[in-house]
């Protein structure tokens, strides 16, 4: 204690400052003028240079004295508040010492340490000033992020969880047994696999599958889509309505009279309209026309029959209009008067302008002619013996046509 109290006065002195006064002035000039008069020793003199330090000195302690009276000591303070309070409740003394320890804890860790959050520090200091229990914001913020670690999928960043659309549609609006149809899917912007089922057995992997269905009814289309970063799938049904198609034959037959007439027939078992293409830029809209052709030669004929529900049977049809010789196989020439020569019927029947070659296997030419009244005789041929024959017919354009054949040579 007595350390401290001559620390108190050394540090009193040497900030102290006096008040000037110039009557004490005067009067001291005065007091000293008069002792200079007596002729005072110099011990008189020493003690009167001792006593006014005293006195000085006892006038600034009893200012300073005065003026610390007032000064309070939070720290010395606290402590008699825990001084008095000790015998009251332990347990209430232990918590004010874990408080003061608090504050200085977090006094340095203002210092040391940056500040994350301003709101939950302001909260905690109000709390402590005010000796009310605190609710630390940091701990619920530990059990937050306890519980992202335990459910990481649900803490996935927005732009991570796939969006997904499993909607779809047809390319045409009326969709027909035996039609091909394209179902095409929305589009996703993640990498997605796609599962489609039709409903009449039949499935794809593709994206925009094109699927036929083979017979009329109502279906119902599943598109199942699945993210391929995450897996999530989701799927859609949309029901499809298939309607029927006409059934439809197609016949034709060459006129008697003329070999380019063709008679063509159709038949369906529902009405329907009929478009015909001859295949030489001809067409027709009626169920059974007939066509005559400029020319021999092989012609692709389709014809198309709807429906009033709008579906459409399309067939194809090779039409030959090659002249048909109607050229025997074989004839025996033994001279009894049946079948001794050999000519094509339709040359010895028509008018045509043609040229026949007979020719053995080693190719040599052994009859020729232009006459359908001179016929092949089959001379110096033998049973067993086989020949090709070899025709060349113009028609009244100029164009020709060509055919050939075998010849066998019978007993």
Request: charged share 25%.
């Amino acid at each position: 204690m007595q350390t401290r109290f001559e620390q108190h006065i050394k540090n009193s002195l040497e900030n102290f400052e006096a008040e000037y006064n110039p009557a004490d002035w005067s009067d001291l000039k005065n007091r000293l003028s008069k002792a200079n008069a007596g002729k005072p020793s110099n011990i008189g003199k020493g003690l009167m240079i001792a006593a006014s330090v005293i006195a000085i000195s006892g006038a600034i302690y009893y200012f300073s004295a005065s003026g610390t009276a007032n000064i309070d000591n939070p720290v010395k303070k606290t402590q008699n508040v825990i001084a008095k309070d000790a015998n009251k409740n332990p347990v209430q003394q232990v918590e004010i010492k874990d408080k003061q320890a608090s504050v200085k804890n977090e006094n340095n860790e203002k210092e040391s340490a940056p500040v994350l959050n301003n709101t939950s520090e302001q909260k905690t200091i109000s709390s402590e000033k005010s000796e009310k229990p605190v609710v630390v914001n940091t701990i619920e913020n530990k059990t937050s992020v306890q519980e992202q670690r335990q459910n990481p999928a649900e803490q996935l960043p927005a732009s991570n969880v796939s969006v997904l659309s499993a909607a779809f549609r047809a390319d045409i609006n009326k969709i027909c047994e035996g039609s091909p149809v394209q179902f095409i899917a929305d589009k996703n912007d993640a990498p997605c696999a796609y599962k489609w089922y039709f409903g009449d057995g039949e499935s794809s992997a593709e994206q925009n599958p094109r699927h036929t269905f083979a017979e009329a009814g109502t279906y119902t289309v599943k598109l199942r889509v699945i993210s391929v970063q995450d897996k999530k799938q989701i799927e859609q049904k949309n029901s499809v309505t298939v309607a029927a198609a006409p059934s439809v034959q197609m016949n034709y037959s060459v006129s008697e009279d003329n070999s380019l007439l063709i008679n063509f027939e159709a038949d369906a078992d529902k009405e329907v309209d009929w478009k015909w293409d001859f295949g030489d830029r001809q067409i027709a809209s009626v169920q059974n026309p007939a066509h005559t052709y400029s020319k021999r030669g092989n012609y692709k004929v389709i014809v198309t029959a709807k429906n009033s529900a709008g579906c459409s049977v399309v067939i194809n049809r090779e039409v030959n209009l090659k002249l048909d010789l109607l050229a025997p196989n074989a004839f025996s020439p033994d001279g009894n008067g049946v079948n001794d020569t050999w000519m094509p019927v339709a040359l010895l029947k028509g008018d045509y302008l043609f040229t026949l070659t007979i020719s053995d296997k080693t190719e040599n030419v052994v009859f020729e002619t232009s006459d359908k009244n001179r016929s092949w005789d089959g001379q110096n041929a033998k049973a067993g013996d086989t020949f090709i024959w070899r025709v060349v017919v113009k028609d009244k354009n100029g164009d020709e046509t060509i055919d050939q054949g075998l010849i066998t040579i019978s007993e």
